[in-house]
Structure formats: C-alpha cells, structure tokens
C-alpha cells in the first residue's frame, strides 16, 4: 500500500511561479517514477513531468521550458517537487501526483492550480 501526500497549488497570477510537493510512503521500491499529470474538464489528463529514482525526467510539451522536477528519497519516503514559472491562464488544472513501481501506479487527491488575475 502506498499513501501519497500533496502540498501546494491554489490561485496564482499570470507569469507568476508555484511549487508542488509530493511524498509517497508505505510499500516502496528502489526503482520507481514519481510526478505530476493534469487535468481540465476539457482535456483528457496529460503529463507535467516525471522523475525517476534514476533522476530521469521527462516533461510534457505544454510545459517544457518552463517547469522543473526534482525528488529526493529516504528509507521510507519518496518526495518529489515541482517548480513552475511564467504560468498561463491554460496552466489552470488540477495537478495529480502519480507514483509508480513494480508496474503499479498511484495517484495522490490532486491539487488546484488556477492561474488568473
């Protein structure tokens, strides 16, 4: 079982920064993905960016240039972050943290970010 805590979010202006955590405990394996998908009413969910326990990232397009991942892990805990800048009104979305390992994958309670003046 693994439980995933979010942190962050919430409302921000146009071309203004955020800072996302993510910690997943519980049952944890040394070789693992951990990052952020969004999702809008309008859009299926896509990818914002992931880490692996290899520190190999991966950003989805919308956000390439603009956004930063990085994870740090203890014995019992996996923690990831996220820094985004010059935010746009289509950044607006519900951010959900997703931890995956051995072929199965969890997703954190999701967190608002609405990007508006």
């Known amino acids: 079982q693994v439980n995933i805590v979010q942190s962050g979010g919430g409302l921000v202006q146009p071309g203004g920064s955020l800072r996302l955590s993510c910690s997943a405990s519980?049952?944890?394996?040394?070789?693992?993905?951990i990052g952020w998908y969004r999702q809008t009413p309008e859009k299926h969910r896509e990818l914002v960016a992931t880490?692996?326990?290899?520190?190999?990232?991966?950003?989805g397009d919308s956000v390439k240039g603009r956004c930063t991942i990085s994870g740090d892990h203890a014995k019992t805990t996996v923690t990831a972050y996220l820094e985004m800048n010059s935010l746009k009104v289509g950044d607006t979305a519900i951010y959900y943290c997703?931890?995956?390992?051995?072929?199965?994958?969890?997703w954190g309670p999701g967190s608002q970010v609405t990007v508006s003046s």
């Open positions: 997703y931890y995956i390992a051995q072929g199965t994958g969890h």
């Open positions: 519980g049952t944890l394996y040394s070789i693992y993905n």
């Open positions: 880490i692996s326990s290899a520190n190999n990232t991966s950003y």
